[in-house]
C-alpha cells in the first residue's frame, strides 16, 4: 500500500473548522484514501473514505485533489471531544483480507 | 452500525501466565480480523491476520507460538499471550472486516505484566 505523509500535530480551535492535510504522492489508481481516529486508549473510529471523488458525511468531508496525490479531512466545526490522532491510510478497496497499515498520524488538538 | 466487542478491557497478569483477549463481532459475520499491538505514544502495529476456519497468517517479527489466535466462528477470535513478561504489556485491538469490507474495531485491551 501506499506511503502517507501527515504533519504531527495541529492545533484548532473549538468551533472552527480544522484540515488535516495527507500527502499520498505515490498511490496507484486502485487505492482508495480511508481516514480514520483514535481518541486516547480506545479503539480507531473510521471517518470516511473516497477514491477520487470529494465525499461528505455527518462526521467530516475529504477533499481528494485531482491527481490524487493528495487529501485533506474536514471537521467543519470541531469540538473539544474531536481532539484524537487522526490517521490517513490508502489501501486498494474491497475485500477481506486487505490489512490496515497505520501511519503515525496528526495529533489534533481541540482548544476551548 | 456494525460493532465489535472486545474483553476484557484491562488485565494484569503475573509474569510467566498466559491472557487470552476475545474480540467478538456482534451484528455480523466477520472471516477476517486482525490484532494490533500499540505502545505508548505509538502507532497502531500489525500482529497478525485472523481468517476463520485457517491458520492466522503473523507479520514479521511476531512469534506465533506466543501470540496464539483462534478464529474458531465467523464471529469470534481469540488472542493468547502465552507465558506473558512485561515487555507484553501494551494496548492490543482488535479489528473485524464485515462482506462490505468495512473494517471495525474493538475498543482495546490495556494488558499490564507484572
Known amino acids: 500500500d501506499a506511503k502517507t505523509t501527515q504533519p504531527t500535530s495541529m492545533d484548532c480551535a473549538e468551533g472552527r473548522a480544522a484540515n488535516l492535510p495527507c500527502n499520498h504522492s505515490?498511490?496507484?489508481?486502485?487505492?482508495?484514501v480511508y481516514w480514520y481516529r483514535q481518541i486516547h486508549s480506545q479503539g480507531p473510529q473510521y471517518i470516511i473514505h473516497g477514491l477520487k471523488n470529494n465525499e461528505t458525511n455527518e462526521m467530516a468531508s475529504l477533499i481528494i485533489t485531482e491527481d490524487r496525490k493528495s487529501s485533506t479531512l474536514i471537521l467543519p466545526h470541531a469540538t473539544l471531544r474531536d481532539t484524537a490522532v487522526y490517521y490517513c491510510i490508502v489501501r486498494v478497496g474491497g475485500g477481506s483480507n486487505y490489512k490496515l497499515t497505520f501511519g503515525k498520524g496528526t495529533l489534533l488538538t481541540v482548544n476551548p | 452500525g456494525a460493532v465489535v466487542s472486545q474483553h476484557p478491557s484491562w488485565v494484569i497478569c503475573k509474569s510467566g501466565t498466559s491472557v487470552k483477549i476475545e474480540c467478538r463481532s456482534l451484528?455480523?459475520?466477520?472471516?477476517?480480523m486482525f490484532w494490533y499491538r500499540q505502545f505508548p505514544k505509538q502507532s497502531l502495529m500489525l500482529m497478525a491476520t485472523s481468517n476463520e476456519g485457517s491458520k492466522a497468517t503473523y507479520e514479521q517479527g511476531v512469534e506465533k507460538d506466543k501470540f496464539l489466535i483462534n478464529h474458531a466462528s465467523l464471529t469470534l477470535s481469540t488472542l493468547t499471550v502465552t507465558s506473558a513478561h512485561p515487555e507484553d504489556s501494551s494496548f492490543y485491538i482488535c479489528?473485524?472486516?464485515?462482506?462490505?469490507?468495512?473494517?471495525?474495531f474493538g475498543s482495546g485491551t490495556r494488558l499490564t505484566v507484572v
Open positions: 451484528d455480523f459475520q466477520a472471516t477476517t
Open positions: 479489528s473485524a472486516v464485515g462482506h462490505m469490507g468495512g473494517y471495525t
Open positions: 505515490t498511490i496507484s489508481g486502485n487505492e482508495y
